[in-house]
Each structure stands twice: as C-alpha cells, then as structure tokens.
C-alpha cells in the first residue's frame, strides 16, 4: 500500500484489499471499490475473515473465498458459529509461530452441521452435529477439518454452547486434572479469571471439594466476577502482597497465560509442593515476523530455571500449549477424550459457559477490539449467518480528508443533531476507530509504521487478559 | 592429623579419633588409642555413628556419646534399626547443603520405642512403637526427635519393614501421586531401579492399570532386578535409544535420583504433557565445604530453563527433597499423612520393602561401602543392638610400612596359609579397603589430599545410584 492509500484506508471504518482468488466485500456489507473486476470464478464461493497481512485490525477483511472441499481424511462443516480467542488477536500480530502465509482464513474453532466427508472418514456423517479446533481457517461459512480434529456435539449442547466450551473448557480441564493435578483443599492464583478459560478454570475447581480460588482480574470487572471466585484482586496493584495475606504460605497452584515478569513473582508465591503452569497464546515467535523483537522480549525477560532449583525449592513448572499439542504433537486422542469429558460435566450441569456476545463477520472489528480491551465477560462468538449491526450511509467526506479534520467535522455534525440516534451510531464506530489507534499505533506519526508499532505498544501482550 | 597420623591410620581397618565429649571406641570394638583419658563423665553414654568430619570412610567412628534427653516437643526414642541413605553418604562427603558442624552423629531414619517424651508432647506415649525422619542423630542407641516427625508404627509393622518403609516409601509415593501425577496407561522411566526409592517407585507404580516401567540398573542387578519392571537397560549404556525402541512417542515421566547431564536427555525423551521429575540428594551445595566445586559442577551442567519453553513443548520439570520438605520448608503435617498412606499400603499387602541387609555399628564402613558401589539390592539398615562381624585379631605390623608393602606381605600369607578361613577374612576386609581407597582417591600419592578427591573422584555422584 502506498502512503496515500494508507492515509485513506485509515478513513474507512474496514478497507478493501485484493486477496488471491477472492472478491472482496467491504465489512458495512456493500461491495465497492473492488480492483479486480473479472468474470466470478466457476467455482462456489463462501464468506470468510481473511487477514490480508499480519497487523491491526485493518488487516482483517471479510472477502468471498472458494468453498473448500473435503480431503479423504476431512470433514467439511457448514459453520453455525465460531469461537474467538486471545490467540487469534495474537494470530493478526503475526506473534504466533507456525502461521500461514497472509492472506489466510482465521479462526481456531467452530461448530456445525457435517456437509461432507472425505472418502477415508468413518467417524462422521452427512448432517451429524460437530465442532472442531482448526489450525486458522474457522472464521468461514465452510470449513474442511481432519477428521481428528473433529468432535461429536452431543443431544441437548447448542452450537453455540459447544464452540463456547470446546478450546476454553478443554484447555483449562487439561490445567487443572492432568497438568496441575488439583486436589482437596488447595489454594489457586488464576490469572485473567474473566477472561475464557479463566472462567472455565474457576467453575471446574469448584469440583474439588475446598479449593480456594484466588482472581485478578481489571477493576472494572470486579463486580461482574465477584461471584465467580473467593478472591478477587487487581492485577495491575501490588496483587503479591494481597495474595501473601490470603495464603500465608503460599498458593498450591499458579495458573498464568500472559508470563512475562509474573512467572518470577508466582513462582516466589508458591509454597512448597506448588507448581507454576503457563499457559495461553504463544509468547514466542519463531520465523521472520515484523514483531519478532516484542515477543522476543517476554522470552528473555522471564528468568530461566536449573531444575535442580526445583529440586531444591520442592516447587514445579509446567507448560501447556493447546495449539502445539494438536497440530505439532499429535496428541488429537487426548484432545478428543478432553472434549469428550467437558461435554459431559456440561450435560451434568457442573460446568456451565458463560457467552458475552455474538457478532456477524461484518462485526469482526469490533469484537476483536472488544477482546483486545478486555472488555468482554466471556466468549465472543462469531455467526455467519447473522445479519451485521446496522450501519451509517457512506459518509460523503473527501478521500483525501485527514483524521483530523474528518473528527472534528463530524463531531460539529454530532453537536449539531444531538438526540438523532443514526449519528450517535456514527460517533461511536469513530470512537472505536480512535481508540483502537490509540491502543495500537500509540502517537505514531507515520501511518506506514503503524503495523510494526500495532505490536509493540499493544496492551494486549503486557496486560495479559489473554486466552487461549 | 599430621601426615604421620595420616598414615598410620590408613593402615587401620578403622581410625580412632578424638570427639568433643565423647569415649572413642574402635570400630573392631575395642577401645584403645584413647587421648582423652579423663574420668568417664557423669551423664549416661550411649553408641552412636560419629562423622568426625567431612570426607572417606575413615571419618566415621564409633564413638560414646552422652544420652539425650527429650526437649519439651521432643520424643525420645531407643533405636531398633536405623536406615542407610545415600543422603548419608553425601552427609560424609558433606555435600549436602545445612549441615551440623563436624563432629555430629549421623542418620536420618529410625524405628524403635518411646523412651521418654517431653512435657508438651501429647501424640506419643512412653512404651509406643515408632518410626522418624530425623535431620542427623539417626544412628544411635538414643534419639531425641522433635514429635512432629515421629510416626506410630501400626500393629504388624516390624520395626526392620517400618525402617525400609519409611525414607523411600514416602519419598516414592509423594513422587509418583503428588508430583508426577502418576495416571493409567502411562510409561514411566525410573532411574536406579535397583536402589530403595527406585524399588519403592517400581512396587508403587503397579498400583496404576497398564503402567509400563522403564528402569535402568547397572548390568550386575539385571538378574536380581528381573521382575521389579517390564524393561531393565544399562544407564551406562546409550539407554536413550533403547528407551526410544520402547517408546517410540516417548515417555509420560522420567524419574531422576542423580541429576547432571541425564536431565538434558531426559527431557527430549518426555511426549508431550510429560513430566521430569528430579529427586534424591542434594546437588547443590550452600555454604564453604572441601567439596563445594565438584558439587557446584552438576548444577552448572544442567541445561537452565525458560519457562516459555516448557509452554511450547507441553512438559513440566518437577524436583521433590523430602529435606528440604520436612526439616526447612515445615511440611510435616503432609509427611505425616503420606507416612500413613505408605504403612496402610504396607498393611494391604500392596507393598513390600526389600531389605538387603541388616549391620551392627561397628560395620558402617563395609555397609557405607556397599551402597557406595551400589552393590546392595534393597535397603542397608543398622541395628545398635548387633553384634560385630567377627573381625581377626590385632594385626602385627610396623605402624608406618606402607600400603603396598602391607599388602605384598599379606598377598604372601595368604598365598602361603591358603585354605584358612581367617587369613582369607583378612584379605577379603583389605581388598575392601583397598578398593575404596581406589575408588575414592584415584590414584592420590599425597594422603592428606584423599578427603578431598574423595568428591571429585567418587563414583557414586556421576553414576547415579542414589537413593534417597
């Protein structure tokens, strides 16, 4: 992109891009300004959430995609919703390894109808109600799975309880009974517990009898998460010294997904026998990424361990990595029976998701903002069949207008018709716009760098409301 | 000891040395080369296992020492058996981190009978059978220990089986239950399979459905060690490989008594969600000992650890130092129950300790001597009532010939008087000596320098045949 079509792209609510063998949509719905202007391709084509290039939101396009196909050891399902996690605001950052080249579909998880299967697939059938975790690709109307990477939906779960449940429960079951083996009358420091599996780790230790759960969590959502553990605490305070004072002699169990300075500070938490669990999106990038040197840093700055330490201290660390257990380590059978078991605590009435929000694609935008502010309380779900939040006619402003300019133009406007809900709408989507710039690109003056800054001043990353 | 001394006493089967308050007694069982020849003090004495300081085996004395009496949260206990640790050898080398000074009376395990208890105790009553783990002053007649580290030994526990449970036993257990997790279908690799937690892990783990152990032994137990586990290698052999044949996607738990370099391979052996568990004798040495370098060495040989690693490759690093656990970190109360698991198991018949052997005081040295070169299959206990091997007169000799030509002379007699049992004892006691001296000196040519290479040459803390 060119400094000019940067400099305007940034005036459109959602830019339009090119992508290979895709015809692009404009996110408020309306197809314009489409480069390529050739006959639509034979094949059938299916709406998904491309990422154009690793950055900021902008980065993230609803285009027109081939439907895929079943390979002989895939599903293909008709997507009823998808999931949205930490890792997929990490995935936009480029700051995960192994990713695609961009452009590419998004999204790790969903749930559906199968609408095909390939010739080697025995497990499923036509019309059969699943989910899947996906390496990327899950943000479609269609989406073609390994088969092993496919679960039953069980009578009686939704579509949308079973995308709700399937990464967040399975990652924090797998936490707490196989990583950390929680047991009677324990005291756990879970990090983020507003967050995803934060949620899902503070309902499943209510199944051990006694266990002491203690929270951090923003300030802001304390009184939303007041019932959900015994503790509650800001992370952003000097939460060590609170925790000291709940538990005397520490915590049994340390359950952290942003790492960075805290592994230092949790380990020192724990009493002996207690054991420090990371988890959550990846801190470190391998391969060439524009935001190599950001994530590199929480890598060096967390202290390396002798095990012998360990030994010393009677203390444990443990790492779980969801995405590299199934797509790099093979372990889909241990997956597959983790789902399993969560499906049926749910159908037992012990655990129970708590969803914040759906979105249309369209709406994609806001609800990785949302994500990324911590705002929300729960799981954001995304439906492909939903109809996008009702937009403004297209602003008639000059191509070329600055931000500036274009602000205070439409605040006047805003003053002018107070009270006109439609332009109220206006201010708002603006707003957004401007705090996403504020939060990603800090006072970047050069829109060209504003990419590279979007990782490096992200909250996201230092705060750590992260999720797998 | 001047150099002198030194030599003379190298000619000794074993020294005799002066100790603070304390009658020396020979080892042979005779007193003789008193110094302190003062009237016998007014307090009661009792035999007792003295470290007169840290190095060989020549530092070990039988020595008289005053009676204890019980401190008011004491109980004070008249020994049947005491337990052999490695951790006692490493305690003579004074490898171990928090040690008394020199000279202190040895061993930290114990069976016997209440003799006394202090004014605040009200668990245990005079006349009760029961076990402790005791931070030093296991091996004696007597034994104050502090109550809450004292175990009721259940009815039908003989005092040798409650010895040989208590150490490895609960070491054993609290590894396989609360640090590694231990769950069904899992394949474990136990280090030093032939040594007492190895046994104690091989026995434990078959209380688990279809748990495939691994252990590795040196060659020599192979035979003996047979059906302790499905498959025995050599660790001296490159076992990495055999251990893959085995377990092509590698193995669930690795459990380490020796540390150093075996940990960096034993953790590319773990599959993913797989556990590394380190335990057994201190490594690390805190505080200013003769061998401080050849200790430091392991910890500086072994990989350090970031954390994020651990997170990408879904393991966990885990020690255990019941130590550290019981004596600085206060976890008394969670010994005590898992004392209690062990002696309950021990009593549904789902355990069975293996005792090698049973020694009087006067035998330390040989006893010391057999764990050191790992000859022993199960647990060395000492017995303060037991009577001495019998042990051949007095040897005549000019007090400073030297060892080489003690030894040509004695080869000579022996050779001449073959066939006489006594003569035969006496070569079988040299060749011991001499073999320790190998063992532990090398080829030292300056005696006073043997306590020192004693460390750095001793076989036991690069093979790994340590038991906690």
């Not at 990490?90 to 700051?95: D, I, Q, V």
């Not at 694609?361 to 439906?383: P, S, T, V």
Request: charged residues 30%.
């Amino acid at each position: 992109m060119t400094e000019t079509e940067t400099a305007k792209a940034a005036t459109d609510s959602m830019p339009v891009e090119d992508a290979a063998g895709a015809t692009a949509i404009a996110a408020t719905g309306k197809k314009d300004e489409v480069k390529a202007e050739e006959a639509v391709p034979a094949v059938k084509e299916m709406r998904a959430i491309v990422l154009s290039s690793f950055g900021g939101l902008k980065s993230v396009k609803i285009l027109n995609r081939p439907q895929p196909t079943a390979a002989e050891d895939e599903v293909l399902v008709r997507v009823n919703c998808s999931g949205l996690n930490f890792l997929d605001l990490m995935t936009r950052l480029g700051a995960i390894d192994n990713l695609p080249k961009a452009p590419f579909t998004m999204g790790c998880e969903l749930a559906g109808v199968v609408e095909a299967v390939g010739e080697k697939v025995e497990s499923f059938v036509v019309g059969q109600r699943v989910c899947a975790i996906s390496d990327m690709k899950a943000w479609a109307e269609l989406v073609a799975v390994p088969a092993k990477h496919c679960y039953p939906i069980p009578d009686g779960v939704s579509y949308q309880d079973a995308a709700a449940l399937l990464v967040n429960y399975t990652v924090a079951h797998a936490l707490l009974f196989d990583v950390a083996n929680l047991c009677e009358g324990q005291i756990i420091l879970i990090h983020s517990i507003g967050g995803g599996v934060g949620q899902a780790l503070a309902q499943l230790s209510k199944m051990v009898p006694d266990v002491t759960v203690i929270g951090t969590a923003s300030k802001a959502k304390h009184e939303q998460l007041k019932d959900v553990c015994q503790h509650l605490l800001e992370r952003e305070s000097c939460y060590v010294t609170q925790v000291k004072k709940i538990a005397e002699s520490g915590v049994d169990l340390v359950l952290d997904c942003s790492c960075g300075e805290d592994v230092n500070k949790g380990y020192a938490l724990l009493k002996p026998m207690g054991r420090y669990v990371l988890y959550g999106t990846s801190f470190f990038v391998s391969g060439e990424t524009k935001n190599l040197f950001s994530f590199a840093k929480s890598w060096w700055q967390v202290d390396r361990i002798n095990p012998i330490k360990l030994y010393d201290d009677n203390k444990s660390i443990s790492g779980f990595n969801l995405r590299h257990l199934l797509f790099q380590q093979g372990q889909h059978e241990y997956v597959a029976r983790k789902v399993q078991t969560v499906f049926e605590l749910f159908k037992a009435s012990k655990i129970s998701p708590v969803i914040d929000s759906v979105w249309a694609f369209e709406d994609i935008a806001e609800a990785m903002q949302k994500m990324h502010d911590r705002r929300n309380l729960g799981k954001l779900l995304l439906d492909p069949a939903q109809a996008p939040k009702p937009r403004p006619a297209e602003p008639e402003k000059p191509v070329k207008e600055s931000k500036k300019e274009k602000r205070n133009k439409e605040k006047k406007e805003a003053d002018k018709e107070n009270g006109d809900k439609k332009d109220i709408k206006d201010k708002k989507d603006e707003k957004t716009e401007g705090d996403k710039d504020k939060k990603e690109n800090g006072d970047a003056k050069d829109d060209t760098k504003k990419d590279d800054k979007a990782t490096t001043n992200g909250e996201a990353e230092k705060d750590g409301e992260k999720k797998e």
